[in-house]
């Protein structure tokens, strides 16, 4: 069943990627930890970690796959014989197809000096966004905005490239709801990150699914990262809430309560962006970010998905959403961690 998995996806792959000049090679589960895989160029076989696979998400396995099918392709379509496995033949093809290089899995982002003070300034404002003065929170939350946003204009107007990265948020699922959906319009929107839904393996359950994935510099992929466990946790607490104040038993308006806070939320920070144009703060997308986001994902379709129907759930969760303040991580959440819980 895995090794049927890997061969659909590295079939996937050949043909987005590689523009099927891969031939099929034998592929192989190894029980080790030692790598996380291997291609053998003497009897064309590519090797995977099993412990990768039943220990890591989908994502990971895919980027090392990609990454051993690097080497396949260097090995087998432009035969490059006299350099390292890691020459530059090989860190070229990486580079084109937006393939990390490292075969680390998903890769981490490393520590630097700008990126370390902007997320310690942020994570000052969102300590002083949980002041029980409802007006200090708001300002609190609008000034670590306009941080970011002022940071991300600066570099834009600096010049000079920049390195990104990506990350998979939240777990795997096997239905996107329109909750969802909104949240990653919010971060695309207003978190300076590229989005996309792509579909992965469940190992473990023997299904297929759906997981969001980000595209973005170091820092936003931090702030994106923070802002959808922030949210989501959040939106389902503000659904108990009205759970207890109404009485209500069953959960059979949750998500349309959920898509109607992350709507109301959506809209609260459209109103801040109005007022950061107005001070002639507005951000453009980054043709880098857009040059890495194009290369990982070649073929892009866009999808129309229509809404739930708009009752007095989705009213309530909106009106709910419309007084959600951003502030520092929630302690044992997923992202309790780092820089962004200085104080």
Known sequence: ?????????????????????????????????????RW??????LEISRPLVLQHPWGAVVEVLKHEMAHQYVDEVLKVKDESA?????REVCKRWGIDASAAGVPEAKENDSRAR?????????????SPNQHEAEAAMAAAQRLMLKYNVELQHAGGSRRYNFKHLGEPSGRVGESE?????ILAKHFFVEVIWVPVYRPTEGRRGSVLEICGSPENLEMAEYAHTFLRHTAEELWTDHKKKTRERSNRDRRTFLAGVMSGFADKLGKQAKASASEGLVWLKDGDLDHFYRARHPYIRNVRYGGQRRTEAFAHGKEAGKNIVLKKPIKGGATDRGRLLSS
Do not use: C
């Open 1 to 37: 069943m895995l090794v049927r998995e890997l061969l659909l996806e590295w079939r996937r792959i050949n043909a987005t990627y590689f523009k099927d000049a891969l031939m099929a090679p034998a592929l192989a589960l190894a029980q080790t930890e030692s790598h996380l895989g």
């Open 40 to 45: 053998h160029g003497a009897t064309r076989t």
């Open 86 to 90: 890691h020459g530059n033949a090989f």
């Open 118 to 130: 902007v997320i310690e300034r942020v994570a000052r404002l969102l300590a002083l966004a949980e």
């Open 181 to 185: 959906r909104i949240l990653a319009s």
